[in-house]
C-alpha cells in the first residue's frame, strides 16, 4: 500500500463506531490503526498533524489507540507482531524509540495475563 492508500485507510478506520468504544472490537481497530501508522513510516507526521487537514487523522486519533482502558492490549499486539517479524520490529523502533520499545516490551512481559486474547 502507498502512503495515499494508508491515509484512507486510517481515516475509514478511525471513522468507524467501534474504533471509539471500549472492547475487543475497538481494541482491534486501534491495533489496526497503529500497525497502519507504524508500517506506513507515518508516526512522525500523524504526531505533527501533516495528514488532518487532507484525511482528518492525527496526533489525537493515535493518541486514542493508547487511551482507551485497553492500551496493554495495543502494546501488548504490537509487541508481539514484532517479536513474530523483524520488519515490523524495525518499524516499531523507528516509530517510538529504543528506548520506548524496550520499556514496552519490559512492561509487556511483566503483565502477561494468560486469559488475554490473541490479536495476531
Same mark, same amino acid.
Given at each position: 500500500?502507498?502512503?495515499?492508500?494508508?491515509?484512507?485507510?486510517?481515516?475509514? +478506520?478511525?471513522?468507524?463506531?467501534?474504533?471509539?468504544?471500549?472492547? +475487543?472490537?475497538?481494541?482491534?481497530?486501534? /491495533?489496526?490503526?497503529?500497525?497502519?501508522? &507504524?508500517?506506513?513510516?507515518?508516526?512522525?507526521?500523524?504526531?505533527?498533524? &501533516?495528514?488532518?487537514?487532507?484525511?482528518?487523522?492525527?496526533?489525537?486519533?493515535?493518541?486514542?489507540? @493508547?487511551?482507551? @482502558?485497553?492500551?496493554?492490549?495495543?502494546?501488548?499486539?504490537?509487541?508481539?507482531?514484532?517479536?513474530?517479524?523483524?520488519?515490523?520490529?524495525?518499524?516499531?523502533?523507528?516509530? /517510538?524509540?529504543?528506548?520506548?520499545?524496550?520499556?514496552?516490551?519490559? !512492561?509487556?512481559? !511483566?503483565?502477561?495475563?494468560?486469559?488475554?486474547?490473541?490479536?495476531?
Amino acid at each position: 500500500m502507498n502512503a495515499n492508500e494508508i491515509l484512507k485507510r486510517l481515516k475509514a +478506520i478511525a471513522q468507524t463506531k467501534a474504533f471509539n468504544n471500549i472492547g +475487543i472490537a475497538g481494541t482491534k481497530k486501534r /491495533i489496526e490503526f497503529v500497525t497502519h501508522v &507504524v508500517e506506513g513510516k507515518l508516526w512522525r507526521d500523524m504526531v505533527a498533524y &501533516v495528514y488532518y487537514d487532507s484525511h482528518g487523522v492525527g496526533e489525537r486519533t493515535l493518541d486514542t489507540c @493508547f487511551e482507551m @482502558f485497553d492500551s496493554e492490549h495495543v502494546v501488548a499486539a504490537l509487541i508481539e507482531k514484532a517479536n513474530k517479524c523483524e520488519g515490523f520490529k524495525n518499524l516499531l523502533i523507528e516509530a /517510538i524509540g529504543k528506548e520506548s520499545f524496550n520499556s514496552w516490551t519490559i !512492561a509487556n512481559m !511483566a503483565n502477561q495475563d494468560p486469559d488475554s486474547f490473541v490479536l495476531f
